[in-house]
């Protein structure tokens, strides 16, 4: 069974930066693309930054030249470096995996801007 395994999040001021990683297995996994979503309370889940296995990488409008998204495909992981964190970056961010049939999901770590 396909897991997919966060860590990272925390408190951080306005300004600060933090670095989420996300580690799926087991190791024989395929996977396609990973990526970053977030939720924030009363808000939709929305994709903050994807990166394919081949190096393609998107990123939301609200975090381009902050985010920077990173995998190691030696070790299924995936690296979200959070930099200029704004209070409106707080929200779960998710890790998500895409393999060829079925997308996975992690159980989320919370992100808090606030001073």
């Known amino acids: 069974q396909v897991q997919l395994v966060e860590s990272g999040g925390g408190l951080v001021q306005p300004g600060g930066s933090l670095r989420l990683s996300c580690a799926a297995s087991?190791?024989?996994?395929?996977?396609?693309?990973m990526g970053w979503y977030r939720q924030a309370p009363g808000k939709q889940r929305e994709l903050v930054a994807a990166?394919?296995?081949?190096?393609?990488?998107n990123y939301a409008d609200s975090v381009k030249g902050r985010f920077t998204i990173s995998n190691d495909n030696t070790k299924n992981t995936a690296y979200l470096q959070m930099n200029s964190l704004k209070p409106e970056d707080t929200a779960v961010y998710y890790c998500?995996?895409?393999?060829?049939?079925?997308?996975?999901w992690g159980q989320g770590t919370q992100v808090t801007v606030s001073s």
């Open positions: 998500n995996a895409k393999g060829f049939i079925f997308t996975y």
């Open positions: 087991p190791s024989s996994f395929s996977i396609n693309a």
């Open positions: 990166i394919t296995s081949a190096g393609t990488i």
